[in-house]
């Protein structure tokens, strides 16, 4: 397997950048990442799904009674269907994803690279490796969260963490993740 993703990550490598771990999540453990989304999304599906139901009902009586056009109005339920039916099914997607997922450390940057219609490459530089939160299961798997992006909104700082999902041995990634971070030089700017 190693020489396998050794092979898709060749070409996003730069001169003299040397490997120091490589792997792929595990798309199960990678798949519960989004497990809230999948609980909460079942009651806002069935909820949408009432109100489509009821709302044609109620638009089947009324429209006999009145001019044309309210007939149209249970579709503005479709777009709280469809998001409720995205938040139910949002492991499963989660769990394909993670099947065409790789993740690396080099002596410069942590990158996870996501293959499929579109490649999709993240690279974090040691300057953009702010803090380091590893959350670990039994037998040491777990997620390994390393850089965050904050932004102001009118209610105040938004965070929102990245890094690597779903990892097999998480605690032998962050001693690679904190060899990175030792390298950063406090007074560049971090890359974006």
């Known amino acids: 397997m190693q020489n396998a993703l050794r092979r898709e990550i060749e070409p996003e490598l730069n001169p003299g950048e ?4 490589i792997g792929a999540p595990d798309p199960i453990a990678y798949a519960t990442a989004s497990w809230s989304l999948f609980v909460i999304g079942l009651p806002f599906t069935a909820f949408a799904l009432y109100w489509f139901a009821s709302a044609s009902r109620i638009s089947q009586v009324t429209s006999e009674r009145l001019d044309r056009g ?3 109005f249970p579709l503005l339920g479709l777009p709280f269907i469809l998001f409720g039916l995205w938040m139910v ?3 499963l997607f989660n769990f394909l994803k993670a099947r065409k997922t790789v993740y690396f450390v080099t002596d410069q940057r942590a990158v996870a690279l ?4 579109w490649k999709r490459v993240k690279s ?6 702010k803090m380091i939160e590893r959350v670990e299961k039994k037998g040491g798997g777990g997620h390994l969260y390393f850089a965050v992006k904050t932004w102001q909104t009118s209610k105040g700082k938004t965070e929102h963490k990245s890094g690597f999902l779903g990892l097999k041995d998480v ?4 001693t690679h993740i904190r060899k990175l971070m030792s390298k950063r030089s406090d007074d560049a700017p971090a890359a974006r």
């Open 89 to 91: 099914l949002s492991p």
């Open 124 to 129: 974090y530089t040691a300057n953009d490796i």
């Open 18 to 21: 040397e490997i120091h771990w």
């Open 171 to 174: 605690q032998v990634v962050e």
């Open 70 to 72: 309210f007939e149209w």
């Open 114 to 117: 996501t293959g499929g219609r």
